[in-house]
């Protein structure tokens, strides 16, 4: 049984930094892409970054370019977001998923879920 455990997330004041984690069992973890998502009060579900199985892939939202960095080590079966300068726009619960393919940013495309990590940026 997959199994995607988010963690790291917390009341962060703008323009600062965190990391999240998920950490992944119950999967071959290099062989699956991995995302982040997030999801805003009021508003739908939203993708954020993936990155391919190997770690030299990825892709992101344009909001979070040059702000968030999707990285993976795949010896710990754990992926991370690292993000800066986080802004008020940022807060919301975000997700780790993980699918069996190449990278996508489409929700559906992500059989694997985990239950979340709130961040909240304090202005």
């Known amino acids: 049984q997959v199994r995607l455990v988010e963690s790291g997330g917390g009341l962060v004041p703008a323009g600062d930094s965190l990391r999240l984690s998920c950490a992944a069992s119950?999967?071959?973890?290099?062989?699956?892409?991995m995302g982040w998502f997030r999801q805003a009060p009021g508003k739908e579900r939203e993708f954020v970054a993936a990155i391919g199985w190997g770690g030299t892939s990825s892709k992101y939202e344009d909001s979070v370019k040059g702000r968030f960095t999707i990285s993976r080590d795949n010896a710990k079966n754990t992926v991370y977001l690292q993000m800066s300068t986080v802004r008020s726009g940022d807060t919301a619960v975000y997700y780790c998923a993980a699918r069996p393919s190449a990278l996508a940013a489409t929700i559906n495309q992500y059989p694997h879920w985990g239950q979340g990590t709130q961040v909240t940026v304090s202005s």
């Open positions: 119950g999967l071959t973890f290099s062989s699956y892409t």
